[in-house]
């Protein structure tokens, strides 16, 4: 079936430092693939997506680029701000009869110190 | 624009009792979805409509779980009875199916604690 794999947490890092959270898929089809964000006490927003092969995803200075041959759409930003913690979903969608259910890996909690 | 809104936010009740989630989607969104977000995991589907049809609910423990979406529009998520491996978040979204995007926004969800 398919499934989403991201890199094990939590993350933590300082203040405009690099960030990189790995995702990799295994799908049925053709996905459209999504990263989306959980603030605290809030509920899960689209941070941005893609839905074909070499597309890059973009947002708030974030950027994913769906990489077919290695199944793969890392997340990353040049320079995380405090205000970027929170946790951190991939996920994917298929057509035909799953069309509409996202599956998503296990979320990777980001915490950023100043 | 008024997002999914969901209540209660937080509910506790006894192992055996029954409860209810309410969901009201996007104004305008013709597709729901329940999720359930175990702590420590990704949301996975419970079941989803188009209008008022269910139209996926494949994932739903039918023993015990049950949902309704009366006019196309809210829906009502219940468990009876409630065991303590149903502690969890319950996550509802909408999406307007056939608009050139397959966004889902959701809800904050109802934290659900089964003593």
């Known amino acids: 079936g398919d499934s989403v794999t991201q890199m094990e947490g939590p993350v933590t890092l300082s203040e405009e430092a690099f960030l990189t959270i790995n995702c990799t898929y295994t799908?049925?089809?053709?996905?459209?693939l999504f990263w989306y964000v959980q603030y605290p006490g809030e509920g899960l927003q689209l941070l941005l997506k893609?839905?074909?092969?070499?597309d890059k995803g973009s947002n708030k200075g974030f950027e994913a680029t769906y990489r077919k041959e290695t199944t793969s759409f890392h997340l990353e930003k040049g320079s995380v701000q405090v205000s970027d913690s929170a946790v951190y979903f991939c996920a994917l969608s298929v057509g035909g009869t799953s069309y509409g259910k996202l599956t998503f890996g296990q979320g990777t909690i980001l915490t950023v110190h100043p | 624009e008024a997002g999914v809104v969901q209540s209660p936010r937080y509910k506790i009740i006894e192992k055996k009792q029954p409860v209810a989630f309410w969901c009201n989607p996007i104004s305008g969104h013709n597709t729901l979805y329940w999720y359930l977000q175990n702590l420590g995991q990704g949301p996975e589907l419970l079941i989803r409509y188009e209008n008022e049809e269910a139209v996926d609910d494949s994932q739903l423990p039918k023993d015990r779980f049950s949902a309704e979406r009366l006019k196309g529009v809210d829906s009502t998520l219940k468990i009876q009875p409630a065991e303590l491996g149903d502690s969890a978040v319950y996550l509802c979204?909408?999406?307007?199916?056939?608009?050139?995007?397959?966004?889902?926004?959701f809800g904050p969800g109802t934290r659900l604690t089964v003593l």
């Open positions: 799908a049925t089809g053709y996905p459209s």
């Open positions: 979204a909408s999406s307007k199916t056939g608009s050139g995007s397959d966004t889902q926004y």
């Open positions: 893609a839905t074909k092969a070499d």
